[in-house]
């Protein structure tokens, strides 16, 4: 058998079924008391019960449709719970007003106290449901509604407050009462109104409803208040069922689809419309007080209302500033790394040109290589992912000499002031930081660059002399020792993948640590090669002594000790790699000279092979082996220093324990995991 939805769960088009029929049956009720009070169906017989008993019932249908929301749907439940007790002032009013006083109260009564109470609840729920679905705070847009609630102050002052302020006399609490009905009004007219010049006078349904049962309710309680002080109401009017019907739309309106307010923008809305408006407002208040005295409330609200108007202006003022600037930001920059575009580099470089006189700078172009590879290996978001990496390495870098840019695709450019003197090295820093490796792939750069304004006077000859440049750089790698380089560190990692992995780190460690004592272009090049081959020579070593647990015997270690060597004759056998081997045949020397394959000492060890052998040594110190685990780092470092002077040169020693500690050494993302202390 089918279960009955509850209440909660059953939001529909308009409301659950049972609230359809008590909106039914109220708006057949109304429906009646404005035929019965206009056509007199039914006779005079019915005008007990349709002036008192209908009027009072259709009240209370409202207070139960507000009730039924706030007690069976937790959305807004606050907001409801509060309007149903306005709604139920009212009610207690009415009847009060019929059946205690019996239609003849004296002024004012308890029943006026309860019509008041309906304000401040209905107010404060008002509020709270405008607040909870107003999930972005803009001041320029708030300050539309509280200018546009002024402006409806203001208007609500001069009309309804005006003509029963003039019709009123009596004691002063004859008075105070027969102003506070108008003056509720208005207020509550202002939110609403504050509301739909918020949403940009497209409120939905549950606040236009709102709106016009607070309209229904003002306009009547201005001509009841109107005709009463001037004894010219009489019962029995179109006027008596204005009242019902406000208060029944309010219940309606409880269970209309609500229309979340979740997205308050300026872009697309007119900045002045609603500003506009309530200035030609207060305006014509100021210009009707000019020729009939307005009371001093709707003047203090029409000045208020101007000055939100001017405050509202200069915001706009100020927002189309930003917007400009905003827009001219976005137009120069590339949105997935943040750094400039091609345009931004376009103008910055035209500027320099201009601007440059004597000063000399360079303007490098980057190309990644493994960049395609890696984007069909890993997918576009990866991909998107690594440009996004390699630009914030770059701007980190590059900022310390220059600005960076992304021209587009893989293409990166710094544009670097200094000495044509230090542009190769500027360019390596740069070539540096666009380079990530990891299981599986290999991501390096190719570059041109251009010395200005020595070799261009102009922005498109710079970029046609770097760009051939880049291209000649790169062929020359796909064709060299780029290209051989690579074939070797394939060869490591088929034979042992952590032996590559432990180049990576040593390579990583030992080029931040040359470039901290001023190694740079060619050199530091070179010095990276080596780092990443200088174990290139274990592809001769069996495994059985490279894997061995335990110590090795005299026969193994003379064997182990001939890998720099063959390493050489590896590299050797390249042309283009023959100085990279001489590194790493002296790698493994030791600063007294006791080391191998040549024995040398001191600095006829080349500065290069000196500082791989420090790194090396780290790098293994905290890494596990077959024959004992990894130390921490702390030890490592102790025991850097306490081998400095015989086996590592000690001012090496020194640069990478001080360079370490201070966290300017960076390991190779294949770094294995280290101990720490």
Request: with cysteine.
């Amino acid at each position: 058998m089918a279960c009955a939805a509850p209440l909660s769960t059953v939001r529909g088009p308009g409301a659950p079924r049972p609230v359809r029929v008590l909106e039914a049956v109220a708006f057949a009720g109304l429906a009646f008391f404005v035929l019965h009070i206009q056509s007199g169906i039914g006779g005079a017989a019915l005008d007990d019960f349709a002036n008192r008993w209908l009027y009072n019932a259709l009240i209370l249908l409202a207070v139960a449709l507000c009730g039924l929301r706030a007690a069976s749907v937790p959305v807004d439940r606050a907001a409801w719970l509060a309007i149903t007790v306005g709604v139920a002032f009212w009610a207690a009013g009415e009847i009060c007003y019929d059946f205690v006083y019996a239609g003849a109260p004296p002024f004012p009564s308890i029943a006026d106290g309860f019509y008041l109470g309906f304000y401040p609840p209905l107010y404060v729920g008002l509020v709270l449901l405008v607040r909870s679905h107003l999930s972005r705070f803009n001041f320029s847009v708030w300050l539309d509604g509280v200018t546009a609630a002024l402006a409806a102050a203001a208007l609500g002052a001069a009309v309804l407050f005006e003509a029963v302020l003039e019709a009123t006399s009596g004691s002063k609490a004859v008075v105070i009462t027969n102003l506070a009905y108008p003056l509720g009004d208005v207020i509550l007219l202002a939110l609403v109104f504050a509301v739909f010049a918020l949403t940009s006078w497209r409120p939905g349904r549950v606040w236009a409803v709102i709106g016009g049962a607070l309209a229904a309710t003002a306009l009547a309680d201005a001509v009841f208040l109107f005709q009463t002080a001037t004894n010219t109401y009489t019962e029995g009017t179109i006027l008596d069922a204005m009242w019902p019907a406000s208060i029944l739309l309010i219940g309606v309106a409880a269970w209309q689809p609500p229309a979340r307010l979740l997205r308050i923008d300026l872009e697309g809305r007119s900045l002045l419309a609603t500003p506009a408006v309530c200035g030609l407002i207060a305006l014509a208040v100021l210009i009707t007080d000019h020729f009939h005295r307005l009371n001093p409330l709707a003047l203090g609200l029409a000045i208020a209302t101007l000055l939100g108007v001017l405050v509202r202006t200069g915001l706009t003022l100020r927002e189309n500033a930003r917007m400009v600037m905003r827009s001219r930001s976005e137009a120069a920059t590339d949105a997935l790394t943040g750094l400039g575009n091609r345009r931004k580099l376009l103008t910055d470089l035209e500027r320099a040109l201009a601007d440059c006189g004597d000063t000399e700078f360079v303007l490098v172009i980057f190309d990644l290589d493994g960049f395609k590879s890696y984007n069909d290996s890993f997918g576009h978001p990866a991909g998107d992912a690594l440009l996004s990496r390699l630009g914030e390495k770059l701007d980190r870098v590059a900022t310390s000499f220059g600005k960076s840019y992304r021209l587009g695709g893989d293409e990166f450019c710094v544009l670097g002031f200094g000495p044509s003197a230090e542009h190769e090295a500027l360019a390596q820093a740069a070539a540096e930081a666009l380079r990530e490796e990891g299981e599986g792939f290999r991501v390096t750069s190719s570059y041109g660059f251009v010395t200005l304004p020595t070799e261009a006077l102009d922005s498109s000859d710079a970029l046609r002399i770097a760009d051939q440049r880049l291209y000649r750089h790169k062929n020359s790698r796909r064709s060299g020792r780029g290209n051989q380089h690579e074939v070797l560190l394939q060869a490591l990692h088929e034979r042992e993948p952590g032996m590559r992995s432990h180049a990576s780190n040593v390579a990583a460690l030992s080029v931040a640590l040359a470039r901290r004592m001023g190694i740079g272009g060619e050199e530091l090049m070179e010095l990276r090669l080596a780092a990443e081959l200088h174990d290139v020579g274990k592809l001769a070593v069996p495994d059985a002594i490279l894997h061995k647990p335990g110590p090795l015997d005299e026969s193994e270690w003379a064997l182990l000790r001939q890998h720099p060597l063959v390493g050489q004759r590896i590299l050797g056998a390249a042309h283009l790699l023959n100085a990279i081997g001489v590194i790493v045949r002296h790698t493994h020397e030791r600063w007294d000279g006791t080391g191998y394959v040549d024995g040398i000492a001191g600095d006829a060890i080349p500065f290069a092979a000196r500082v791989i052998a420090v790194c090396d040594a780290f790098s293994a110190m905290t890494s596990d082996r077959p024959y004992r685990p990894a130390l921490t780092e702390d030890g490592a470092l102790r025991e850097l220093h306490r081998c400095a002077g015989s086996q590592f040169d000690p001012e090496i020693v020194e640069a990478f324990c001080r360079a370490y500690l201070a966290g300017e050494l960076s390991a190779a993302p294949e770094q294995v995991t280290r101990k720490i202390a």
